[in-house]
């Protein structure tokens, strides 16, 4: 996520937002996918399997599915799309909505881990 803020800040968008995607959604969701023993080479279907196990069952707010899915598009459109011209305050909402995913993966994993005892 520092990597994100830094490209922001110094106005490289088209690389900011796939640093955003990667740091703040996708790692996260495949962290908690992993801490239930699944693991997928395609992004459609770890973002499928992550709603289906966190949004649909209720263990993590569906605003996160929505942002994997917002920064996943940014993510391709920068990564392929030769007219991406992102806003900077879109770019900067995918980064904190990141954090904030981030943050929650990470106190679920630790309520988790103390319900496992």
Do not use: N, Q
């Not at 997928?40 to 209720?58: A, D, N, P, Q, W």
């Not at 920064?71 to 992102?86: E, I, L, V």
């Not at 806003?87 to 981030?102: A, H, Q």
């Amino acid at each position: 996520m520092d990597a994100a803020e830094s490209l922001l800040e110094s106005g490289h968008l088209d690389f900011a937002a796939p640093r955003a995607y990667y740091g703040g959604c996708f790692y996260v969701a495949e962290a908690l996918l992993l801490d239930e023993g699944s693991s997928f080479s395609r992004h459609g279907s770890l973002i499928g399997e992550y709603g289906r196990l966190f949004v649909k069952t209720g263990r993590l707010d569906r605003r996160f599915h929505r942002l994997l899915i917002r920064s996943f598009t940014a993510r391709h459109a920068a990564d392929y799309d030769t007219d991406f011209d992102p806003d900077p305050s879109e770019v900067r909402g995918l980064i904190e909505e990141g954090e904030d995913f981030l943050e929650a993966a990470r106190d679920y994993l630790e309520w988790e881990a103390t319900e496992d005892r």
